[in-house]
């Protein structure tokens, strides 16, 4: 044996291994994932159908963007609604929602089904849920019929970036309310517009 050959035959495991340990897709819908930074949030709401996310610093703490937009995509007939909080410029919640016609809704489980794995749905009342949960981010579906089409949301959260505000949030700083003299102010977050979303951090 060829002392090339040697080491192909030695390197082969250490090959295999690495693409067994290749990084997991993030959990994401129409392109925007938990986590992602607001920039690139705005550049996909942009590249997707021309929209513009429109964000405001919450009342509450500075730390803290409010952001939505309005999404049209080939998949679905009626527009969407997209809600979002971020903390220092990362996306903690996200909520995606609309109404689906049942053949979109099925395309869309089939779709989640296909890229992250088989999950059971479960029901409480009228409302089904199925969720996936990767690496401390969460992707939960939601759905309701109503009058023919399926009342649906879609929530990406990641509690990494959540837990780690809540760590260092101790007693929250009213934003515009100065710190004290010996630290200069934080820089508003140019912004424009209110909402807030809530929804369970994943375990």
Excluded: H
């Excluded at 495991?13 to 930074?37: M, N, W």
């Excluded at 023919?148 to 515009?176: C, E, F, Q, Y």
């Amino acid at each position: 044996m060829t002392r090339f050959a040697l080491i192909a035959l030695l390197a082969a495991p250490a090959v295999a291994s690495a693409q067994a340990a290749a990084p997991l897709e993030p959990l994401s819908l129409f392109g925007l994932r938990a986590g992602a930074p607001v920039t690139e949030v705005s550049s996909t709401v942009a590249a997707i159908d021309g929209g513009r996310l429109k964000c405001d610093q919450s009342g509450v703490d500075s730390r803290v963007s409010e952001c939505r937009s309005t999404l049209t995509v080939p998949e679905v007939s009626e527009p969407l609604e997209l809600w979002m909080s971020a903390i220092d410029g990362n996306t903690g919640v996200m909520t995606i929602a609309g109404n689906f016609a049942p053949d979109e809704l099925d395309m869309l489980r089939a779709d989640l089904e296909k890229r992250y794995g088989r999950v059971g749905a479960k029901v409480q009342n009228d409302q089904w849920m199925m969720q996936w949960v990767r690496k401390g981010t969460m992707l939960r579906l939601t759905w309701r019929a109503r009058q023919g089409a399926k009342a649906a949301s879609v929530s990406l959260v990641d509690g990494n970036i959540l837990d780690n505000w809540t760590a260092r949030r101790g007693t929250p700083r009213p934003a515009g309310k100065p710190k004290s003299t010996s630290k200069k102010k934080a820089a508003p977050v140019d912004t424009s517009a209110v909402t807030t979303v809530e929804s369970e951090r994943p375990r």
